[in-house]
């Protein structure tokens, strides 16, 4: 309840909260105009300012974009604004790249140890696991290890074709996206990314560890990328 006595929440928060559960429903699509922040504040039964609060949390989530004098929007999550937020392999220019998936396979299990740790799971929990490599040119430049929570994603392995970017899978199954964490290193190639990527095993490439994380806090993907960094100069960005 807002405004609850036995919440530890801020009112601002327990808005924001309730807001997002509108957004996920449905009740507002993407580009859609809220309600005034008077009449969020009389609906809710807040002052203008915990609205205001709320709103503009919201918006430093990239979930909304507020214009002064028109409005606040629901931003889309498949514009390509967001989807640059969790798609970063850039030309040594800084431009960003699109890539073509050459291959990926999909397979389901109970999660092991790390994947517990970086999806905090229990044990007995199941992820889906996703290997592609990425072309760009028709050369292979990227290597991606994707474990996700099955339970978030029901079905995924029966689909035809998985989207390889984050923003439009989460988009389908309804899930807000929010932060990341992300985690930048040189490392060796393997055997299996090596062969992938036309690399003596040992080779240097680059490694990009990322646990993306949706507005309710469930971390939903964990995604190593291995970048061939001779291939051309590419490079992988941080988050924007």
Request: charged letters at 25%; one cysteine or more; aromatic letters at 6%.
């Amino acid at each position: 309840m807002i405004g609850s006595r036995f919440s530890t929440r801020p009112l601002y928060l327990q808005i924001r909260d309730a807001l997002v559960e509108r957004i996920a429903r449905g009740e507002w699509k993407p580009g859609a105009t809220l309600p005034n922040e008077g009449d969020l504040a009389r609906a809710f039964g807040v002052s203008v300012g915990t609205i205001r609060k709320a709103l503009g949390f919201m918006e430093e989530e990239r979930l909304l974009t507020r214009r002064q004098g028109r409005g606040t929007f629901v931003k889309d999550q498949g514009s390509d604004e967001q989807v640059r937020r969790f798609d970063n392999i850039r030309a040594a220019s800084g431009e960003h790249i699109d890539t073509d998936v050459k291959a990926a396979t999909i397979s389901e299990g109970m999660a092991n140890e790390l994947e517990c740790k970086r999806l905090s799971l229990r044990p007995s929990d199941r992820v889906y696991r996703i290997h592609r490599v990425h072309l760009n040119n028709d050369r292979p430049i990227l290597v991606d290890e994707t474990a996700m929570p099955a339970e978030l994603f029901p079905g995924l392995a029966e689909k035809n074709a998985v989207p390889h970017r984050i923003v439009v899978l989460a988009q389908q199954y309804g899930i807000l996206l929010g932060k990341s964490e992300e985690r930048v290193r040189i490392g060796t190639a393997e055997a299996l990314v090596a062969t992938a990527l036309g690399l003596a095993a040992g080779s240097p490439v680059l490694v990009m560890d990322r646990v993306v994380i949706a507005l309710n806090g469930r971390r939903i993907e964990w995604r190593v990328r291995y970048c061939h960094f001779a291939a051309g100069g590419y490079y992988l960005a941080t988050m924007e």
